[in-house]
């Protein structure tokens, strides 16, 4: 089970379970494979998001998590892009701290609608 205050989010795919974790490295990762100057900038760099800029930060969510994997990797993961999408909020959500009740903005979280 996810530890979502550490900003930990679990995806499910083609049957095994895999780990995103919200790591410093993962952050900094982001930054770069996006072209970002700073983190303030993730968010709205994210606000329309193109299919490669999600494998790059799921990559390297999963980096953070444990797991060998490159953006190339992420587009071919057996998964739903809804399901994708949600376990990259939950890693971001959970280390912001949004649902525990405490106000932490993080100011890169994504605020994707994956309805």
Sequence with gaps: MANRIR?????????REYRLLLTLGALAE??????LDDLSQVASRL????AADLAIVAAALLRGGGH????????R????LGALVDAVK??????SG???GEARPFPGAPCWNSD
Excluded: K, Q, S
């Design 90 to 95: 939950g890693a971001f959500n959970g280390a």
């Design 30 to 35: 982001i930054e770069d494979g996006l072209g």
């Design 68 to 75: 060998e994997v490159c953006p190339a990797d992420v587009l």
């Design 98 to 100: 949004e649902g525990d």
């Design 47 to 50: 606000a329309r998001v193109r």
């Design 7 to 15: 900003g930990e989010a679990t995806l499910n795919a083609g049957g």
């Design 77 to 80: 993961l057996p998964c739903e």
